[in-house]
C-alpha cells in the first residue's frame, strides 16, 4: 500500500465523519423532531389507549353473558372450544418459588414452566438483581394438535401436584391422560432437571410429524453496563451436535439455522451467563433464530432467542418419558470446563487454533494462579503483562539487534541511493541486497520476531473481554474492568466513537503513536507507505477499542509501556552500535558463499534490468 493510498484512505474517512458532522440536525431541528416525535407518540398512544378500552370494553361484555349464563351453559360451552382441554385454557395463573444456594427459580401453574431464573452470587448492572429472564420474556413448551385446534402447552393452565423444597409437579388433564411436567433443582448446583411424562395420550393429541415440537424462547435482556459490545459482539446462540462439534449462530443481525441431525444442547450465551438446555436423549433436530435489536443505552432487550427442537416423546404408546436439565451458568472457564462431556467451555470465545491454545494452556492458568494470591485485579493484569514480556524478551531482544543493525547501515544506505538513481529501482535493490549480505543483515530480522508475539496479542484479545472474573472489579478510575471506562459521557454520539471518553483507550492510543515514531525512522526511509498505514493504526484504535473492556485496554497500554522500558534497557546495557559497525565490518571482509537461491534472485534481477533497459 503506498504512500498516496494511505492518505486516500485518510481523506474518505474524514470526508464521512466531516458529512455525519455537517447532516446532523441543529439544535432547533433536534427541538422541532422531539416535538414532532412526542406528538407521534401521543397520537399513538391515544389510538392504542381506544382500541385497549374498546377491547375491555368487548370483554367486559363477554364477561357479563358469561356471568349471566348457568354453570352447565358455561362448561358446555367451553367443552365446545376446547374439547377435553377446556378445564386447562382458563385459570388463574400461579407460582411457586424454589431456591438453592445459587440458583432461585420461580416456575408458574401457566405453562409448567420456569417464569424466572436469577443466579443468587450476582448482580446485573445497576445492583439489579441478576435474572436471565423473567415473567413472558421466556415460553417453553409443545405444540400440538387436539380437537380440530392448535395449542400450545406453554398457554395451557396445569394443575399442581407435588411440591416441596426442592421439587414441584405439575400435571396437565386431558380426559383420562395425562402430561406430567416434574422439577428438581439440587443443592448448591446450576443444574434444574425436567422429566416430562405423558400417560395414556394416544387419540388425544396430534402432530404433523414423528417428534413433538418443543419450543423454547427468550428475550435476553441487557445485564452489563457496555450494552453495545454485550449485544452486537459477547451474546450468541449456540448448540451441539450429539456426538459432534458445538457450532454458533453469528451474533450480528439475524441468524437462522435448520439443523437435520441430532442435538444434545442448545444454548442462549450472553456475555457472562449462559442458559443451556440439555436433552439426555437428543433433540431430533432443531430449528434455531437469533434476532439482534439495536442497543442503544436504553434498551432493556438485546436478542431473541428461539430454537423449535424435535423431542422423541411417543405419545402413543401408555407411558412414556424423557429427561432434560436447564443449566443457568456463569461463563467460568473451570465451571463450563467441568462439564467435560458436554463441552460448554466451547462456548467461551478464546479463538481458534493456536490462540485459543494460548488462552487456555498459559493464559488462563497463570492468571488463575495470580487470583489465588492476589485480590486486585489491576495488579494482577501489571504481573501478567511482564510475565508474558519475560517469556518473549528472547524475540524482543532478537528484534532490538536487528533493528540496530538496520541503523548502522542507514548512512551507507543513503550513499546507495544517492549514487543509483531512482529511475533504476532493480539497480537499487540489488545494490542493497548485496550490503545486507556482506555486512550479515536480514531486512526482515526485526519483523520475523514481532511475528511471533501476535498470536499472544490476539490471544490477549480474545480472553480479557471473555472473563467474568473482571466483572464488577474496579482498578483507578475505572469502575467496571469488564466494560469500558468512561471519565466523560457526552450529551451526544460521535460516529464511529461513541458517546463517551474511554481514557484506558486515549493513553493507549497516544502512547502507540509515541512508540511509532520512535520506531519508524529506518522504515521510514525504506517503506515510506508502510510508515504512514503504521500512524494510521493508533487512530483507528481509537476508534475501534472505545467500546471494548477497560481490561483489555489497560493490559494493551501496560504492554506497550513495558515494551518501551525494555527497550531502553536493550539500549543502554545490551547494545553497543560500535561493536555492531565493527562486526558488519569484518562480515563485509569475510568470503561470501552465495546459495542456489541467492544465485538464480540475481539473476533474475539481471534479466529484468535488461529488459528495462531493452
Same mark, same amino acid.
Given at each position: 500500500?503506498?504512500?498516496?493510498?494511505?492518505?486516500?484512505?485518510?481523506?474518505?474517512?474524514?470526508?464521512?465523519?466531516?458529512?455525519?458532522?455537517?447532516?446532523?440536525?441543529?439544535? +432547533?431541528?433536534?427541538?422541532?423532531?422531539?416535538?414532532?416525535?412526542?406528538?407521534?407518540?401521543?397520537?399513538?398512544?391515544?389510538?392504542?389507549?381506544?382500541?385497549?378500552?374498546? $377491547?375491555?370494553?368487548?370483554?367486559?361484555? @363477554?364477561?357479563?353473558?358469561?356471568?349471566?349464563?348457568?354453570?352447565?351453559?358455561?362448561?358446555? &360451552?367451553?367443552?365446545?372450544?376446547?374439547?377435553?382441554?377446556?378445564?386447562?385454557? $382458563?385459570?388463574?395463573?400461579?407460582?411457586?418459588?424454589?431456591?438453592?444456594?445459587?440458583?432461585?427459580?420461580?416456575?408458574?401453574?401457566?405453562?409448567?414452566?420456569?417464569?424466572?431464573?436469577?443466579?443468587?452470587?450476582?448482580?446485573?448492572?445497576?445492583?439489579?438483581?441478576?435474572?436471565?429472564?423473567?415473567?413472558?420474556?421466556?415460553?417453553?413448551?409443545?405444540?400440538?394438535?387436539?380437537?380440530?385446534?392448535?395449542?400450545?402447552?406453554?398457554?395451557?393452565?396445569?394443575?399442581?401436584?407435588?411440591?416441596?423444597?426442592?421439587?414441584?409437579?405439575?400435571?396437565?388433564?386431558?380426559?383420562?391422560?395425562?402430561?406430567?411436567?416434574?422439577?428438581?433443582?439440587?443443592?448448591?448446583?446450576?443444574?434444574?432437571?425436567?422429566?416430562?411424562?405423558?400417560?395414556?395420550?394416544?387419540?388425544?393429541?396430534?402432530?404433523?410429524?414423528? !417428534?413433538? +415440537?418443543?419450543?423454547?424462547?427468550?428475550?435476553?435482556? !441487557?445485564? +452489563?453496563?457496555?450494552?453495545?459490545?454485550?449485544?452486537?459482539?459477547?451474546?450468541?446462540?449456540?448448540?451441539?451436535?450429539?456426538?459432534?462439534?458445538?457450532?454458533?449462530?453469528?451474533?450480528?443481525?439475524?441468524?437462522?439455522? +435448520?439443523?437435520?441431525?441430532?442435538?444434545?444442547?442448545?444454548?442462549?450465551?450472553?456475555?457472562? =451467563?449462559?442458559?443451556?438446555?440439555?436433552?439426555?436423549?437428543?433433540?431430533?433436530?432443531?430449528?434455531?433464530?437469533?434476532?439482534?435489536?439495536?442497543?442503544d443505552k436504553d434498551t432493556l432487550i438485546i436478542k431473541d432467542m428461539s430454537a423449535s427442537m424435535g423431542v422423541k416423546l411417543d405419545y402413543t404408546q401408555m407411558q412414556s418419558q424423557?429427561? =432434560?436439565?436447564?443449566?443457568?451458568?456463569?461463563?467460568?472457564?473451570?465451571?463450563?470446563?467441568?462439564?467435560?462431556?458436554?463441552?460448554?467451555?466451547? &462456548?467461551?470465545?478464546?479463538?481458534?487454533?493456536?490462540?485459543?491454545?494460548?488462552?487456555?494452556?498459559?493464559?488462563?492458568?497463570?492468571?488463575?494462579?495470580?487470583?489465588?494470591?492476589?485480590?486486585?485485579?489491576?495488579?494482577?493484569?501489571?504481573?501478567?503483562?511482564?510475565?508474558?514480556?519475560?517469556?518473549?524478551?528472547?524475540?524482543? *531482544?532478537?528484534?532490538?539487534?536487528?533493528?540496530?543493525?538496520?541503523?548502522?547501515?542507514?548512512?551507507?544506505?543513503?550513499?546507495?541511493?544517492?549514487?543509483?538513481?531512482?529511475?533504476?529501482?532493480?539497480?537499487?535493490? @540489488? !545494490?542493497?541486497?548485496?550490503?545486507?549480505?556482506?555486512?550479515?543483515?536480514?531486512?526482515?530480522?526485526?519483523?520475523?520476531?514481532?511475528?511471533?508475539?501476535?498470536?499472544?496479542?490476539?490471544?490477549? *484479545?480474545? =480472553?480479557?473481554? !471473555?472473563?467474568?472474573? =473482571?466483572?464488577? @472489579?474496579?482498578?483507578?478510575?475505572?469502575?467496571?474492568?469488564?466494560?469500558?471506562?468512561?471519565?466523560?459521557?457526552?450529551?451526544?454520539?460521535?460516529? *464511529?466513537?461513541?458517546?463517551?471518553?474511554?481514557?484506558?483507550?486515549?493513553?493507549?492510543?497516544?502512547?502507540?503513536?509515541?512508540?511509532?515514531?520512535? @520506531?519508524?525512522?529506518?522504515?521510514?526511509?525504506?517503506?515510506?507507505?508502510?510508515?504512514?498505514?503504521?500512524?494510521?493504526?493508533?487512530?483507528?484504535?481509537?476508534?475501534?477499542?472505545?467500546?471494548?473492556?477497560?481490561?483489555?485496554?489497560?493490559?494493551?497500554?501496560?504492554?506497550?509501556?513495558?515494551?518501551?522500558?525494555?527497550?531502553?534497557?536493550?539500549?543502554?546495557?545490551?547494545?553497543?552500535e560500535e561493536a555492531i559497525l565493527a562486526q558488519i565490518e569484518a562480515n563485509k571482509k569475510k568470503p561470501i558463499k552465495k546459495s542456489r537461491f541467492q544465485e538464480r534472485y540475481e539473476?533474475?534481477?539481471?534479466?529484468?534490468?535488461?529488459? &528495462?533497459?531493452?
Amino acid at each position: 500500500m503506498d504512500k498516496k493510498t494511505i492518505w486516500g484512505l485518510v481523506l474518505i474517512f474524514l470526508i464521512i465523519v466531516f458529512f455525519q458532522w455537517l447532516n446532523s440536525p441543529s439544535k +432547533e431541528e433536534r427541538e422541532k423532531y422531539r416535538q414532532e416525535y412526542e406528538m407521534r407518540q401521543a397520537q399513538k398512544q391515544h389510538e392504542r389507549d381506544s382500541l385497549a378500552a374498546l $377491547e375491555q370494553a368487548v370483554i367486559e361484555a @363477554q364477561e357479563r353473558a358469561i356471568a349471566e349464563m348457568s354453570d352447565s351453559a358455561k362448561m358446555q &360451552m367451553l367443552q365446545s372450544k376446547y374439547g377435553l382441554l377446556s378445564e386447562a385454557a $382458563e385459570g388463574t395463573e400461579e407460582t411457586i418459588e424454589l431456591k438453592n444456594d445459587r440458583l432461585t427459580l420461580v416456575f408458574t401453574n401457566r405453562g409448567a414452566r420456569i417464569k424466572s431464573a436469577e443466579l443468587s452470587e450476582y448482580k446485573a448492572y445497576g445492583d439489579r438483581p441478576l435474572r436471565l429472564f423473567e415473567g413472558d420474556d421466556n415460553t417453553f413448551g409443545f405444540a400440538f394438535i387436539h380437537n380440530n385446534r392448535s395449542y400450545f402447552t406453554g398457554d395451557l393452565y396445569y394443575t399442581l401436584e407435588s411440591k416441596n423444597d426442592s421439587m414441584v409437579s405439575y400435571v396437565l388433564n386431558i380426559g383420562d391422560g395425562q402430561l406430567r411436567y416434574s422439577y428438581l433443582l439440587p443443592k448448591e448446583s446450576y443444574e434444574a432437571r425436567l422429566r416430562i411424562e405423558t400417560k395414556n395420550l394416544d387419540g388425544k393429541i396430534t402432530n404433523n410429524g414423528a !417428534a413433538l +415440537e418443543l419450543e423454547w424462547t427468550i428475550h435476553m435482556p !441487557a445485564l +452489563e453496563k457496555g450494552i453495545l459490545y454485550e449485544g452486537k459482539y459477547a451474546s450468541s446462540l449456540f448448540y451441539k451436535y450429539s456426538g459432534g462439534d458445538v457450532e454458533e449462530l453469528s451474533s450480528q443481525g439475524t441468524q437462522t439455522e +435448520e439443523v437435520n441431525m441430532d442435538v444434545t444442547w442448545v444454548a442462549y450465551k450472553d456475555q457472562f =451467563f449462559s442458559t443451556v438446555l440439555c436433552a439426555h436423549d437428543d433433540f431430533s433436530g432443531a430449528q434455531l433464530k437469533s434476532v439482534a435489536h439495536d442497543a442503544d443505552k436504553d434498551t432493556l432487550i438485546i436478542k431473541d432467542m428461539s430454537a423449535s427442537m424435535g423431542v422423541k416423546l411417543d405419545y402413543t404408546q401408555m407411558q412414556s418419558q424423557r429427561d =432434560f436439565s436447564f443449566y443457568f451458568l456463569p461463563n467460568d472457564y473451570y465451571l463450563l470446563e467441568s462439564f467435560e462431556d458436554k463441552e460448554f467451555s466451547a &462456548m467461551l470465545p478464546l479463538g481458534w487454533g493456536i490462540f485459543g491454545w494460548i488462552n487456555e494452556y498459559f493464559i488462563i492458568p497463570v492468571f488463575k494462579y495470580l487470583e489465588s494470591m492476589i485480590s486486585n485485579y489491576g495488579i494482577i493484569i501489571l504481573i501478567l503483562t511482564f510475565i508474558i514480556k519475560l517469556i518473549i524478551f528472547p524475540f524482543t *531482544f532478537s528484534s532490538y539487534k536487528s533493528q540496530a543493525k538496520m541503523r548502522v547501515l542507514k548512512p551507507q544506505m543513503e550513499e546507495i541511493n544517492k549514487k543509483i538513481p531512482e529511475d533504476k529501482p532493480l539497480e537499487r535493490q @540489488q !545494490a542493497t541486497m548485496q550490503l545486507y549480505k556482506k555486512a550479515g543483515v536480514s531486512p526482515m530480522g526485526g519483523c520475523l520476531p514481532m511475528l511471533l508475539q501476535m498470536p499472544i496479542i490476539f490471544a490477549a *484479545f480474545r =480472553f480479557f473481554p !471473555a472473563a467474568i472474573e =473482571f466483572r464488577g @472489579q474496579s482498578f483507578l478510575w475505572a469502575d467496571d474492568l469488564s466494560t469500558y471506562d468512561s471519565i466523560l459521557d457526552l450529551p451526544f454520539s460521535i460516529p *464511529f466513537y461513541g458517546s463517551h471518553v474511554g481514557l484506558f483507550c486515549i493513553l493507549l492510543c497516544v502512547g502507540q503513536m509515541i512508540y511509532t515514531k520512535s @520506531q519508524m525512522q529506518m522504515q521510514s526511509q525504506q517503506m515510506p507507505g508502510m510508515s504512514m498505514m503504521m500512524y494510521l493504526m493508533p487512530v483507528m484504535m481509537l476508534f475501534f477499542l472505545n467500546d471494548y473492556p477497560a481490561a483489555l485496554n489497560y493490559y494493551y497500554f501496560i504492554s506497550l509501556l513495558v515494551t518501551i522500558l525494555i527497550n531502553e534497557v536493550i539500549k543502554r546495557f545490551f547494545i553497543d552500535e560500535e561493536a555492531i559497525l565493527a562486526q558488519i565490518e569484518a562480515n563485509k571482509k569475510k568470503p561470501i558463499k552465495k546459495s542456489r537461491f541467492q544465485e538464480r534472485y540475481e539473476q533474475m534481477l539481471k534479466e529484468q534490468q535488461k529488459k &528495462m533497459n531493452r
